[in-house]
């Protein structure tokens, strides 16, 4: 079985039980320092399953990528009890990938983004002064994709762990690994 299949049949799953962010999921990476860096964020997946997000040029995560590409992905499923991590690494996102990307992006988030995009993690004196921007923007501006619209995809995947509390006694935990540029799985069934 292809873990990534698998993957988008639980995150399907999760949506059905009515999770408002069946797509998010915790990125881990290192920063220059070597420590550890998480965050939240909204993942998407291609045909084949292969995850991808996106992001703001002047966020932690793409320092950090830039510096290392390697980083894990951990969805956390809480009304099904089950988790998915994998590891792997990772590529900028082609520029007419974004743009179809931006585009299946609901338009109020698109205009939003426009506000917030190019400043994210600056510091913030008051929301007042993003909502006042966000009342300027001329209409059908959100149709544009912004440089500052920048995303990173997974092109190599190494180890996808999932993990499920079931009815029984013990949870089931399934380790899949292959070798760099190998096609095949390995399945390995380890104690919870």
Same mark, same amino acid.
């Given at each position: 079985?292809? +873990?990534?299949?698998?993957?988008? *049949?639980?995150? @399907?799953?999760?949506? !059905? /039980?009515?999770? +408002?962010?069946? &797509?998010?999921?915790?990125?881990? /990476? /290192?920063?220059?320092?070597?420590?550890?860096?998480?965050?939240?964020?909204?993942?998407? %997946?291609?045909?084949?399953?292969? +995850?991808?997000? &996106? !992001?703001?040029?002047?966020?932690?995560?793409?320092?950090?990528?830039?510096?290392?590409?390697? #980083?894990?992905?951990? %969805?956390?499923? @809480? &009304?099904?009890?089950?988790?998915?991590?994998?590891?792997?690494?990772?590529?900028?996102?082609?520029?007419? *990938?974004? =743009?179809?990307?931006?585009?299946?992006?609901? +338009?109020?988030?698109?205009?939003?983004?426009?506000?917030?995009?190019?400043?994210?993690?600056?510091?913030?004196? #008051? /929301?007042? #002064?993003?909502? *006042?921007?966000? @009342?300027? =923007?001329p209409p059908g501006a959100e149709n544009e994709t912004p440089d500052s619209f920048i995303g990173y995809r997974f092109t190599g995947i190494g180890r996808v762990a999932f993990y499920s509390v079931g009815t029984g006694p013990f949870a089931q935990h399934e380790v %899949?690994?292959?070798?760099?540029?190998?096609?095949?799985?390995?399945?390995?069934?380890?104690?919870?």
């Open positions: 079985m292809n +873990p990534l299949s698998r993957l988008l *049949q639980w995150v @399907q799953e999760e949506r !059905t /039980t009515g999770a +408002p962010f069946s &797509h998010g999921a915790v990125l881990g /990476t /290192t920063g220059r320092d070597g420590s550890p860096r998480t965050r939240m964020l909204g993942v998407h %997946f291609d045909a084949d399953g292969w +995850p991808r997000f &996106h !992001t703001s040029p002047g966020s932690r995560k793409v320092e950090d990528l830039e510096l290392n590409p390697r #980083a894990s992905l951990t %969805f956390a499923f @809480q &009304h099904s009890l089950r988790s998915v991590s994998l590891e792997g690494t990772l590529e900028p996102i082609p520029r007419h *990938q974004l =743009i179809k990307d931006w585009l299946a992006l609901e +338009p109020s988030f698109r205009r939003s983004y426009l506000v917030f995009g190019h400043r994210s993690g600056l510091p913030l004196d #008051a /929301t007042e #002064a993003l909502e *006042q921007t966000l @009342q300027g =923007i %899949f690994t292959r070798d760099e540029g190998s096609k095949e799985w390995k399945c390995l069934r380890v104690v919870p």
